[in-house]
């Protein structure tokens, strides 16, 4: 909550804002990276769990880690600007920042944010429900995390449907505590798996 309240006091210093949101920066590559952890280490607690006979749970984390691969290539628009590439025409006539992602398509928009959306709800929740520690519930801890990512969507979704810049652009510290607390989540698990193999 205090990164939430520092990164919004920088919009009034647009030089540092610009630096933490803009394209290709710090919280897009910071997220970048941790949904690339999040990814190896929910394959690493799937494989674990596979091998140990919880069958169910190693599916569960084989999305998990799917999810956030694929996150983590949307961050990055797939290594668009980092190797050059073009947007086929196709997708750039129906991409709302032209770019080499889904998550930008119309049509896909509403998806994503539900994912967002359901994902943090639970994350928020469920630790507070669950009386004991289990593997598909993220630790109290990272409630908080999850609190700026849904509180942000559901403000878009409510208050800001059509957002300055500078609104919008802030999205990427959600995004980035989102991809934080999913990639904490799954070390976690990996610790957890592992001792019980």
């Given at each position: 909550m205090v990164g939430a309240a520092?990164?919004?006091l920088t919009a009034f210093h647009s030089g540092v804002?610009?630096?933490?949101?803009?394209?290709?920066?710090?919280?897009e590559w910071g997220g970048f990276l941790a949904h690339v952890a999040a990814a190896f280490f929910g394959a690493w607690t799937?494989?674990?769990?596979?091998r140990s006979g919880g069958r169910g749970?190693?599916?569960a984390f084989a999305g998990l880690a799917c999810c956030c691969a694929f996150a983590a290539g949307e961050e990055i628009s797939w290594g668009q600007r980092v190797f050059d590439l073009e947007t086929p025409s196709r997708l750039e006539a129906i991409n709302r920042q032209r770019e080499l992602t889904v998550h930008n398509v119309a049509e896909a928009e509403r998806g994503f944010l539900f994912v967002?959306?359901?994902g943090s709800l639970?994350?928020?929740?469920?630790?507070?429900?669950?009386s004991r520690r289990r593997m598909l519930v993220p630790p109290v801890f990272l409630s908080s995390a999850f609190l700026v990512t849904f509180a942000y969507a559901a403000g878009r979704t409510f208050l800001f449907p059509h957002p300055t810049y500078e609104l919008a652009k802030y999205s990427e510290w959600p995004e980035f505590c989102f991809a934080f607390a999913l990639s904490a989540f799954a070390v976690l698990s990996w610790r957890t798996a592992?001792?019980?193999e």
């Amino acid at each position: 909550m205090v990164g939430a309240a520092v990164v919004a006091l920088t919009a009034f210093h647009s030089g540092v804002y610009r630096v933490l949101v803009r394209e290709d920066s710090v919280l897009e590559w910071g997220g970048f990276l941790a949904h690339v952890a999040a990814a190896f280490f929910g394959a690493w607690t799937a494989l674990g769990l596979y091998r140990s006979g919880g069958r169910g749970l190693a599916v569960a984390f084989a999305g998990l880690a799917c999810c956030c691969a694929f996150a983590a290539g949307e961050e990055i628009s797939w290594g668009q600007r980092v190797f050059d590439l073009e947007t086929p025409s196709r997708l750039e006539a129906i991409n709302r920042q032209r770019e080499l992602t889904v998550h930008n398509v119309a049509e896909a928009e509403r998806g994503f944010l539900f994912v967002f959306v359901a994902g943090s709800l639970y994350g928020l929740v469920a630790p507070w429900l669950v009386s004991r520690r289990r593997m598909l519930v993220p630790p109290v801890f990272l409630s908080s995390a999850f609190l700026v990512t849904f509180a942000y969507a559901a403000g878009r979704t409510f208050l800001f449907p059509h957002p300055t810049y500078e609104l919008a652009k802030y999205s990427e510290w959600p995004e980035f505590c989102f991809a934080f607390a999913l990639s904490a989540f799954a070390v976690l698990s990996w610790r957890t798996a592992r001792r019980a193999e």
